[in-house]
């Protein structure tokens, strides 16, 4: 079973930038599709970036251009860079599979962009 751990949210204004890492344990890190994830205040868990184990990526539209998703194998390292981050970018990040059975969820990390 991978265990995953996020970190490097934090309180930005509008505008600024973050970057996100998911570090994961266990083995065959990489064969996985793995999926960036936000719930807001209020609002269910949603996908925001997806990269599969060949390095294509996805994102859903309210992020894309501003979000870049990137992946080191060697590391077992996921990583979001978010730029331009905009009030509605606020919540708590997770990184799990992004499809098939999920690995037990993290405590994810907060990300909060005040206006």
């Known amino acids: 079973q991978v265990q995953v751990v996020e970190s490097g949210g934090g309180l930005v204004q509008a505008g600024g930038s973050l970057r996100l890492s998911c570090a994961a344990s266990?083995?065959?890190?990489?064969?996985?599709?793995i999926a960036w994830y936000r719930q807001a205040p209020g609002k269910q868990r949603e996908a925001v970036s997806t990269i599969t184990s060949g390095g294509t990526t996805y994102y859903a539209d309210s992020v894309k251009g501003r979000f870049t998703v990137s992946r080191d194998n060697a590391k077992n390292t996921l990583y979001l860079q978010m730029n331009s981050l905009k009030p509605e970018d606020t919540g708590v990040y997770y990184c799990?599979?992004?499809?098939?059975?999920?690995?037990?969820w993290g405590q994810g990390t907060q990300v909060t962009v005040s206006s």
């Open positions: 266990g083995s065959f890190f990489s064969v996985y599709a």
């Open positions: 799990n599979r992004a499809n098939g059975v999920r690995w037990n």
